[in-house]
């Protein structure tokens, strides 16, 4: 399996522009995750999702930021508009199943940079 | 918020040397897990022990964990170069989402 895939990799944008970040979770995988890393905060979870379902979005920081997930193997997390305290890297992780012992598998992540 | 609290935040030894890493959380457990991040990289699963558990090994790892005190440690023997990263404990007090700690940074000299 090709593990859990980003992109952009990079990202660089104005402030006021839409930011969309994808992701394809391992295959399989019943749970998708997105979080966001700075040096300020650490490692926050923004949304996860079970069976294609948002479970908890608790983290998510504002309305400007909204997650969706179509299907099983696609993953959107859009901000809009962008701002640069947004500048983080985000990333998306799966995992197979829940009330069991489990292990996330993490994407490369989006290095997102907000001028 | 975040669950759990690495100490030290950063920690450089020699090769060959063992590294000692602690996480402190806040609430009760199930699991708790320790991560590895390599610089510009996501995180990947080093080892899981269960909150009726209180040590595992898995090759130069020794992870315990004492639930009295709501603390874990990892152990890394004969440190390599190539274990320079940043180790993250989580856990997963509620629910199916797991809550990472703050983070060590570990820079290993050859």
């Known amino acids: 399996d090709a593990g859990v895939i980003q992109s952009p990799r990079h990202e660089v944008t104005e402030m006021g522009q839409e930011v969309t970040l994808r992701c394809k979770p391992i295959?399989?995988?019943?749970?998708l995750f997105w979080y966001r890393q700075t040096m300020m905060r650490g490692l926050e979870l923004l949304i996860y999702?079970?069976?294609?379902?948002?479970?908890?979005d608790s983290g998510m920081p504002e309305d400007r930021f909204s997650a969706k997930m179509p299907n099983a193997s696609f993953s959107t997390l859009k901000i809009q508009p962008s701002e640069p305290r947004d500048s983080a890297v985000y990333f998306c992780?799966?995992?197979?199943?829940?009330?069991?012992?489990?292990?996330?598998?993490f994407g490369p992540g989006t290095r997102l940079t907000v001028t | 918020s975040q669950q759990g609290e690495e100490d030290p935040q950063a920690l450089s030894i020699q090769e060959g040397e063992n590294a000692t890493m602690n996480c402190s959380y806040k609430?009760?457990?199930?699991?708790l897990q320790w991560y590895r991040q390599n610089s510009g990289r996501g995180l990947v699963h080093l080892i899981l022990?269960?909150?009726?558990?209180r040590e595992k090994h898995s090759g130069r790892l020794r992870v315990t964990l004492d639930t009295s005190k709501k603390s874990s440690s990892l152990l890394i023997t004969a440190s390599r170069a190539a274990d320079t990263a940043s180790y993250f404990c989580a856990t997963d007090a509620s629910t199916d989402k797991l809550i990472f700690g703050t983070g060590t940074r570990l820079q290993v000299f050859p």
């Open positions: 295959s399989g995988h019943d749970y």
């Open positions: 022990i269960r909150s009726n558990e």
């Open positions: 992780a799966s995992s197979r199943l829940a009330g069991a012992p489990y292990e996330q598998y």
């Open positions: 999702f079970n069976n294609n379902v948002p479970i908890d």
């Open positions: 609430t009760s457990i199930n699991n």
